[in-house]
């Protein structure tokens, strides 16, 4: 059943399939009509589902997100494309100030199946102002949810079930998952939305991550092991809300916490993972837990200082490799 | 009827009021609207307002005290005076600044709690850091980290702790007198864990009276020394006997050809065991000559892993003090026996041999003496084999 | 208008185009990286406004601003290093081809993200216009960034305050793949000015005399005081919106009409391929915009074909030395990053 596809392609088929399936849903963002998205994540659907279900806005993020808010209100389905999240500053209103608080304040008369889909993250080159990822953002705002698909199997799943919630859920992708591949088995019963994914299981320590940097932890994990260390890597597949259980559970065995973002550190969501992470499990820690992040520096556009500015393969070895230090000494 | 009067809200950041005066006294009769009290929010003086018509009643709270908001602070009934038996205003809140009295102290209150905890304070107790996971677990196992030594960075952590689980119990030294700690030197932490990993060998014992005087005269002559001759009379015993050259491994007897003796040396601190190699076979002056080496060695503090590892056979003499009639010594693990020599008396000297029971039984140690006795007999036969 | 004036247009035009294809080129050899927004068919309207800038004028620009730096001053060799993110670029590596910038040319920026020219010229206006200085602000936007909140709030309080900006929409239709009546209900952006009480005028930006005069007159008016103007030039990009873009939503027709028709230039740039033409094919094309100037000038007897040539190789050695000078900067370090953030911390103690 499963067959091999793009990332893009997932999302693709997900909103295809829901668009099939409910009239209500309509997308809306710059160029995902006749163009077909910026990453292609909408091609094809113009010409299936026409105009008034494909818009192609202005450049008005704050206005088209807004619309989306106000469709939604009456129950309509909006999928509202940001095409990078940078531009999603512009749409914070929107999306902090009315999306979340309009069914509380209303006394929960409304309901709120609006979708953001953005990618984040560093890209190539892009420079400062369109490599930022603001989940730290995002992260702080009761009655957001957020999902971060690092595969296409799970942008499948989570695209699907934020069209079909009744809370605003924010789908965070990443420029350069868009065109990595993997298997997607559309037939296949989806685990809940939020749920952390286990990708490896490895006795001497946990790597929890999200996003495009559990490839990166993936390819680590497999250096690390040529060295005698085995790392569990967790995929937190969501930012909030976030699958503690999943992480303890592993902590339980491993005794060792790497966090791993590529977002910068400073209040963000590793943070968040650690501070949580520490409330729930502190007696089961056996070393300071560490964070690994892009640097406190907006990206340069420069490509070598880019590279070096987030978590790689390497960083990540390093890093466990100091956590694990005490590991085979009695 | 009555029912209270509470401390209201009078601001959006108003958490508790601070109580001015009483604008009426208990029995005054009361407009819904009317000014009861003054109160002190964060922000102003304001009044309490009545909201219903009615009779004050007492008791009133202190003026000149802070209340948190719904708090009460007086009564308002409908008859003037009121027979029911008024509850005192309940000191409920937590401690005011006017009502210090109220407050129970945090002290008494982490005193209380005390005796809930654990009876081992794992943490408090350790000189050292450990991990939150390291305490856990002492926490649970109910295992003090005072006696688990850190691990190489300082910190104790998990893996020590499971470990001193698996140790056996440690002697409760707060029942006894003072005392303070001596740390281990390397030497005294591997004799220690060499003994205790004995603790599986099951061993018995079998004494003999040896007859040393022709050993003795022999060593003399020739200046060879006595430990020396009585290791090579056990090589020599050792070759009529094979089975006390051979080790007990899961996977079978481990049988040597070569005879290894180590003889048992006291250093200061300790105790060394350097290994004399192919104590059988070698010419008796070239084991002379290796011997001198291993003791330089140890004056020097020079003794490597291969001169003190391996041995297949060891003895131990005590003859040196007049006061030891006799002892056992424990077998170490890799070898098979070991014989302990007490100090000689009228040239008799009685050894004990102890055995791996899992390799040799009592009547092969009878006739290894046997042999040992006509060995010793006869010390020109150590020289020349 | 005098010779000097018309050949200094058209060097800068072809110093444009050149450098663009350039840096077109270097982009597929892997030295320039990122999103690479290129300029060529719009030269006359940069070339146009900023020869008629004074030197006083401060410039904020957008992602598609290398023609627009270098008009202001900054060397192509500065330009292109910074396109290739070394560290002699006039952003010193950090920046990139969207944020060229350069404070003493008073080239106040290229800005990425749609709609952030419009507040920030307006900023700069207004304080010029608290010293009371005879400076203008040329603010450059594209025309879909007109429907962004920041373009009608900006253009209220400069017009309200009456401050020196001169408004300039590049407006080449299209806003990436959406065409402009797609995006706008009213496609003359001039019109959107009149909401705003401020003069407003469309031009053709085709023709880099006529962006010349009415860029001229309109910033004599705001140096007297008379509050913003917007002028709208009606252009047409040639390529892609980026080097990702193949500009496919575009009917091949469409682009041809665009271009000069006796000239062999539409059978050059075929933007529907996914490579572009080289730069020997584009140089023996001769463009457009560029051609127009041409035979505006011949026909005044300003220009021969021999100094044409003589042009055209010029430019080519300077665009040459450019990317010579760009290989051979050195890489910024993370010490420089660090040190360009913490470029305004003084000497306090914040902790
Ligand atoms: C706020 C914001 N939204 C979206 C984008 C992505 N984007 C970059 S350029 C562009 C089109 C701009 O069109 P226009 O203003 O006409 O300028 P042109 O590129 O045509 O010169 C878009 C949508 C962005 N950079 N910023
Ligand atoms: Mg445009």
Not at chain 1, 39 to 63: H, K
Request: charged share 20%; with cysteine; proline share 6%.
């Amino acid at each position: 059943m499963a067959e091999e596809m793009f990332y893009w392609q997932a999302l693709n088929r997900a909103l295809y399939q829901q668009m099939e399936a409910d009239d209500s849903v309509f997308l809306l963002g710059e160029d995902v009509g006749l163009y077909g998205g910026s990453y292609r994540v909408s091609e094809g659907l113009y010409a299936r589902f026409g105009e008034w279900r494909v818009r192609d806005t202005p450049i008005s993020e704050g206005s088209f997100t807004g619309l989306g808010v106000g469709a939604a209100l009456l129950g309509s389905r909006p999928v509202v494309e940001i095409m990078t999240i940078n531009f999603a500053l512009l749409a914070l209103d929107a999306i902090i100030n009315m999306a979340t608080k309009i069914p509380f304040m209303s006394g929960g008369q409304f309901p709120m199946p609006l979708v953001v889909r953005t990618p984040g993250g560093v890209a190539k080159q892009l420079a400062a102002q369109h490599s930022q990822r603001l989940e730290q953002t995002l992260m702080n705002v009761p009655g957001l949810r957020i999902a971060v698909p690092a595969t296409p199997q799970d942008a499948w799943w989570q695209l699907n079930q934020a069209i079909r919630s009744d809370e605003p859920i924010i789908v965070l992708e990443h420029e350069l998952l868009y065109f990595s591949k993997g298997e997607v088995d559309t037939q296949v019963e989806a685990p809940p939305m939020h749920r952390a994914r286990v990708h490896r299981q490895g006795a001497d320590l946990t790597i929890v991550t999200y996003s495009r940097m559990l490839q990166v932890s993936l390819q680590a994990a497999e250096q690390l092991s040529a060295q005698g260390i085995e790392a569990t890597v967790i995929d937190l597949r969501s930012l909030r809300p976030i699958d503690w259980d999943s992480c303890v559970q592993s902590i339980e065995q491993t005794h060792r916490l790497l966090v791993v973002e590529e977002d910068s550190s400073f209040a963000g969501a590793g943070a968040e993972i650690i501070a949580g992470l520490s409330e729930r499990c502190f007696y089961l820690l056996d070393e300071p837990p560490k964070r690994l992040a892009a640097r406190e520096l907006p990206i340069a556009y420069n490509g070598t200082l880019e590279a070096m500015s987030i978590p790689r393969p390497a960083d990540i070895v390093a890093a466990a490799t100091d956590l694990c230090q005490t590991k085979d000494a009695i | 009827m009555k029912q209270p009067i509470t401390m209201p809200a009078l601001s959006d950041t108003m958490e508790t009021g601070h109580l001015h005066q009483w604008l009426k006294q208990p029995g005054d009769a009361i407009k819904k609207g009317q000014a009861i009290a003054e109160v002190e929010s964060d922000k102003a003086v304001m009044e309490i307002e009545a909201f219903a018509d009615g009779y004050l009643q007492g008791p009133l709270a202190a003026t000149d005290a802070d209340y948190k908001i719904g708090e009460t602070i007086a009564w308002l009934s409908d008859t003037a005076t009121d027979t029911e038996n008024n509850e005192a205003i309940p000191p409920a809140s937590e401690p005011q600044t006017a009502r210090p009295q109220t407050a129970p102290s945090t002290e008494t209150k982490t005193a209380e709690a005390a005796p809930l905890l654990p009876t081992v304070n794992a943490a408090a107790a350790s000189q050292h850091k450990s991990s939150p996971y390291a305490r856990g677990l002492a926490r649970d196992l109910g295992i003090s980290l005072e006696h688990i030594a850190p691990s190489a960075d300082g910190i104790i952590h998990g893996k020590q702790v499971l470990a001193a689980a698996l140790a056996p119990p440690q002697p409760d030294l707060k029942a006894g007198p003072p005392y303070r700690y001596k740390l281990l030197t390397p030497m005294h932490r591997a004799v220690a864990d060499n003994m205790s990993a004995t603790l599986q060998t099951p061993t018995f014992r079998v004494s003999s009276l040896l007859d040393l005087q022709p050993l003795q005269e022999y060593a003399k002559a020739n200046g060879f020394s006595l430990s020396l001759l009585l290791a090579r009379a056990c090589a020599l015993a050792i070759k009529k006997h094979p089975l006390f050259n051979a080790a007990y491994t899961d996977a079978g007897l481990a049988l040597r050809d070569r005879v290894d003796v180590s003889i048992a040396v006291d250093v200061p601190g300790g105790l060394l065991t350097p290994v004399l190699r192919d104590m059988a076979q070698k010419p008796l002056a070239d084991l002379s000559a290796d011997w001198q080496k291993l003791k330089q060695k140890i004056a020097r503090r020079r003794l490597q892993p291969e001169d003190y590892q391996g041995a297949t056979f060891y003895l131990s003499n005590l003859g040196t003090f007049p006061a030891v009639s006799r002892f056992d010594a424990i077998v170490p693990l890799g070898a098979c026996a070991i014989l302990a020599l007490g100090a000689a008396q009228k040239n008799q000297a009685e050894a004990t041999l102890s055995c791996d029971h899992r390799v040799v039984y009592g009547a092969e140690a009878g006739r290894f003496f046997s042999t040992l006795q006509n060995i010793i007999k006869q010390p020109e036969g150590l020289t020349d084999v | 208008m005098d010779r000097e004036t018309q050949l200094k247009l058209l060097k800068d035009m072809l110093l444009a185009r050149a450098f663009e294809e350039r840096a077109a080129e270097e982009y597929t050899k892997g030295n320039i990286a990122g999103f690479l927004h290129l300029y060529p068919g719009e030269e006359a309207v940069a070339v146009g406004v900023l020869n008629a800038a004074g030197p006083s004028d401060y410039v904020v620009s957008t992602y598609r601003e290398h023609v627009h730096a270098m008009l202001r001053g900054i060397s192509p060799d500065q330009v292109m290093a910074e396109l290739f993110g070394k560290k002699d670029g006039c952003s010193h590596g950090m920046g990139g081809s969207m944020h060229l910038f350069d404070r003493q040319k008073r080239f106040m920026g290229g800005y990425g993200i749609v709609g952030e020219t419009f507040p920030v010229a307006t900023g700069i206006a207004y304080s010029i216009a608290m010293k009371q200085q005879p400076e203008a602000v040329i603010c450059f936007f594209g025309d879909g960034a007109v429907n962004q909140g920041t373009f009608h709030e900006s253009l209220n309080m400069a017009a309200l305050w009456g401050l020196p900006v001169l408004f300039v929409c590049e407006n080449n239709h299209y806003q990436i793949g959406t065409e402009i009546h797609r995006h706008s209900a009213v496609a003359e952006v001039y019109k959107r000015a009149c909401g705003y009480r401020i003069p407003a005028r469309r031009i053709d930006g085709m023709n880099v005399l006529e962006v010349y005069e009415a860029t001229g007159q309109a910033l004599q008016q705001i140096y007297a005081g008379t509050g913003p103007q917007l002028l709208e030039f009606e252009t047409y990009r040639f390529r892609g919106h980026s080097m990702a873009d193949p500009g496919s939503y575009r009917p091949k027709v469409e682009v041809e009409a665009f271009k000069d028709q006796e000239d062999p230039v539409a059978i050059a740039i075929r933007e529907t391929l996914p490579c572009y033409p080289s730069a020997d094919e584009i140089s023996a094309a001769g463009p457009d915009v560029i051609n127009k100037l041409c035979s505006q000038m011949d026909n005044l007897g300003h220009l021969d074909n021999r100094q044409l040539e003589a042009l055209r190789s010029e430019v080519a050695q300077i665009v040459d030395d450019a990317v010579a000078f760009a290989l051979a900067s050195p890489e910024p370090t993370l010490e420089d990053a660090q040190a360009y953030l913490d470029c305004n911390r003084q000497q306090e103690v914040l902790i």
